[in-house]
């Protein structure tokens, strides 16, 4: 397919990675919710990130697969329609009001969002010229910023009521009592989780009428004589380094994403309101540096953007360990813009030469996404095991963002 004819399947691909940021930035606001409506510690409320993420480890090698039988369409439309039917379950889930049913359903709807992002990063390195590939990324990307934006600044303000209540604090004449409170609160989680479900659906039925390319591994001719999965993909070093970055890299950021409203909140001073006007406008810093990134690209070296981009973070890191309070939640909005051309930097480049590997080498980065599942909970324990010295769990994050500062200097080196 000519280069030209790329446009409208990159435009379809690209409404993939709005789609799935606002299924996981409305996580930090739904562990803010559940601390409410299901009375748990900062801790216990941490368990949201690691349902939802764990399938992101579990499932990439069994989607690749799948996408590598039937195609990378297949693969896409079964995940939107698969992600839909979690959003629809917030329904029966608010009668449940029970913790582990949230945890079930945040795991569903991520399996469908893996099955996206196992499909649409590979594809947008695919189409065009390989030595643009960072540059399309990161423009994907930036869509993955707006609705990151769009979830935080917007729907986290249906989600969150700006009241916050315990059996002891409600006012004895509140209309109801505690059990009317908990409801109106569970209530609220659903609206955004049905607009979601019902854009899946749009966009999947959109994919099932589009004609989207295929690529050299998806051709007749390959198709057949190559395995599912090919483990010894990591044998290429640059690939095995960016799954090791992009392991503390997700940590790091989700860490820091997934805490924003908590640190607002409780430590910060702050009301939910004023908490999540902060939070929108993290991910818009977050939305600016994936625009003004991607402009870089043009005249500076991927690599060295996010050398340069990590070792800020180490030292953004550095100052929300040493004075937290809003000097850290001011810093946190600075690491925010600049932990934006992380992602799709690391997963480009490790993706550089590997062929008719690259399905393979993209669900084992896929699979990366776990360090979501583990280091925002060892964050979150040392915030809520110290939290008169709160601030000192951010430099859990500031150790992730040393691994990615080596992946820009060496790691990302082709060597084998």
């Not at 959109?206 to 190559?226: H, N, Q």
């Not at 991927?302 to 100052?319: E, K, R, T």
């Not at 360990?321 to 799709?344: E, N, T």
Request: with cysteine; charged share 10%.
């Amino acid at each position: 397919m000519k280069k030209n004819t790329y446009a409208i399947p990159l435009a379809l691909v690209f409404s993939l990675f709005f789609l799935w940021a606002i299924s996981s930035n409305l996580l930090p606001t739904m562990i803010r919710q559940l601390m409410k409506t299901c009375e748990l510690n900062t801790f216990e409320a941490s368990f949201t990130e690691t349902a939802y993420w764990l399938a992101y480890f579990i499932f990439p090698i069994p989607i690749a697969m799948f996408m590598k039988r039937y195609s990378y369409k297949a693969g896409i439309i079964f995940g939107l329609l698969l992600a839909a039917v979690g959003g629809l379950l917030f329904f029966p889930a608010a009668m449940l009001k029970e913790y582990w049913a949230y945890l079930c359903i945040f795991f569903v709807i991520a399996t469908g969002m893996c099955f996206l992002e196992t499909a649409a990063n590979p594809y947008v390195t695919v189409l065009g010229a390989p030595e643009t590939a960072p540059r399309r990324l990161n423009l994907a990307q930036s869509f993955n910023g707006l609705g990151a934006f769009i979830s935080a600044m917007f729907l986290s303000k249906l989600v969150l009521s700006g009241t916050h209540y315990t059996r002891d604090t409600l006012p004895v004449d509140y209309a109801g009592g505690w059990d009317a409170y908990i409801q109106m609160e569970t209530d609220s989680m659903k609206f955004p989780y049905l607009m979601l479900a019902l854009l899946l659906v749009l966009i999947a039925i959109v994919f099932v009428f589009s004609k989207l390319p295929r690529i050299d591994d998806e051709s007749p001719a390959t198709k057949g004589k190559e395995k599912l999965i090919e483990f010894g993909v990591l044998r290429r070093s640059h690939l095995r380094w960016g799954v090791i970055a992009q392991f503390f890299y997700n940590g790091g950021q989700t860490a820091i994403n997934s805490l924003f409203l908590v640190y607002c909140c409780t430590y910060a001073g702050l009301s939910e309101e004023s908490a999540t006007t902060f939070f929108g406008l993290y991910m818009l810093a977050f939305l600016l540096g994936r625009w003004i990134g991607t402009g870089l690209m043009v005249k500076f070296r991927p690599q060295d953007m996010l050398l340069v981009y990590a070792l800020l973070n180490i030292v953004l890191c550095a100052v929300v360990v040493v004075c937290g309070g809003m000097v850290g939640l001011y810093a946190m909005l600075a690491i925010s813009f600049f932990m934006s051309i992380m992602y799709p930097t690391q997963f480009s480049l490790a993706l550089k030469g590997l062929g008719s590997q690259t399905k393979s080498g993209s669900a084992f980065l896929v699979m990366a996404i776990v360090g979501n599942a583990c280091v925002p909970q060892l964050t979150a324990y040392f915030m809520h095991a110290h939290e008169h010295i709160y601030y000192v769990a951010y430099s859990v994050p500031m150790i992730c963002f040393a691994f990615c500062a080596y992946y820009g200097w060496k790691g990302y080196k082709v060597i084998d």
